[in-house]
């Protein structure tokens, strides 16, 4: 069964710094593309960023060179290092896993963590 | 940037109504898109990928079609499990998603 679980959220002041973790189970985890999606309280849902399994990684516009992805294959987790976080910021964060094949869509999600960034 | 937009924004409906929500592109995504169903305090759960492909365990009700800008999910005979609201996501160029769809008892 694949399962993912997120850490590391919580309460931050604006210009502070959280990293998240997902750690995967049930799965090959260097097979497979592995992303960060986020949802504002009572809005829509935003992809953050990717990684492949190039070892690619992108980024949405609105957390370019703020927020880092990167995986631990050894570890089977994947991170998201938060830097100068905004009130934006302020959302769940969850770790979704691709598709077999790839590509930046997202067929298994962890149940997410919540990040909020207050004063 | 690739923009997605969905309509309706809400959709009152009964059960065992057809339903149909439509999601469209700025651009040719040829048949990179998916559909999700999302449930209060629930993660989303993807239904259709590849613009017509269902998930396994997704409900045969549920089916999409469509290509390039102009893409579709109908739900057959809406069941009352289905009240939620459904996202529509390009994965042609990085990921974008519509601003959802709620549907609601009517």
């Known amino acids: 069964e694949v399962l993912l679980v997120e850490s590391g959220g919580g309460l931050v002041q604006p210009g502070g710094s959280l990293r998240l973790s997902c750690a995967a189970s049930?799965?090959?985890?260097?097979?497979?593309?592995m992303s960060w999606v986020r949802q504002a309280p009572g809005k829509g849902l935003e992809w953050v960023s990717v990684v492949n399994t190039a070892g690619g990684i992108y980024y949405a516009d609105s957390v370019k060179g703020r927020f880092t992805l990167s995986r631990d294959s050894s570890k089977n987790t994947l991170y998201l290092q938060m830097n100068d976080l905004r009130v934006g910021d302020t959302a769940v964060y969850y770790c979704?896993?691709?598709?077999?094949?790839?590509?930046?869509?997202?067929?298994?999600w962890g149940q997410g963590t919540l990040v909020t960034v207050s004063s | 940037d690739i923009q997605m937009t969905q309509s309706p924004s809400t959709l009152s409906a009964s059960v065992g109504d057809r339903v149909t929500i439509t999601c469209r592109a700025s651009?040719?995504?040829?048949?990179?898109l998916a559909w999700y169903q999302e449930k209060p305090g629930k993660a989303p759960k993807l239904l259709i990928y590849k613009a017509s492909s269902l998930e396994s365990g997704v409900p045969s009700r549920f089916s999409g079609s469509g290509s390039g800008t102009e893409f579709t999910l109908t739900i057959s005979s809406l069941q009352p499990d289905d009240f939620a609201t459904y996202y529509c996501q390009q994965y042609d160029s990085y990921s974008t998603f519509g601003q959802g769809t709620k549907v609601e008892i009517k």
């Open positions: 049930g799965f090959t985890f260097s097979n497979y593309d």
């Open positions: 651009q040719n995504i040829n048949k990179w």
């Open positions: 979704a896993r691709s598709m077999p094949g790839g590509g930046t869509n997202f067929q298994h």
